[in-house]
């Protein structure tokens, strides 16, 4: 499955974004698929994930309650809502797909190429 993600930008902290990630493919609805985010000193870091239903979500704890993660298997695309976002939710954010639903980025076979998200205080 190839994936691209989309909908990042500029936003201001209070503010809302909706990433889009777009995927390739036949078999969309067999696969978990997650966000992850990255900034150059840290890690990549895991922001939500959710199984090829849709039915089962996870939301790292400092998401919980701003983000929103979302999929529609008839059109092979996946959603994260971001609100109320902060400065520290600035990334480079990564959709990813795999077998397995879960929170490890290493679960993951299948990997965008990243949307930039910058948040300005």
């Known amino acids: 499955v190839q994936l691209q993600a989309s909908g990042g930008g500029l936003v201001q902290a209070g503010g809302s974004l909706r990433l889009s990630c777009t995927a390739s493919g036949r078999t969309f609805s067999s696969y978990a698929m997650g966000w992850f985010r990255q900034t150059p000193r840290k890690e990549r870091e895991f922001v939500a994930a959710?199984?090829?239903?849709?039915?089962?979500?996870y939301y790292a704890d400092s998401m919980k309650g701003r983000f929103s993660i979302s999929r529609d298997n008839a059109k092979n695309m996946m959603y994260l809502h971001m609100n109320s976002l902060k400065p520290e939710d600035a990334a480079v954010y990564y959709c990813?797909?795999?077998?397995?639903?879960?929170?490890?980025?290493?679960?993951?076979?299948?990997w965008g190429q990243g949307t930039q998200v910058t948040v300005s205080s």
């Open positions: 959710i199984s090829g239903s849709g039915g089962s979500t």
């Open positions: 990813a797909a795999g077998w397995i639903f879960a929170k490890t980025s290493s679960m993951y076979d299948f």
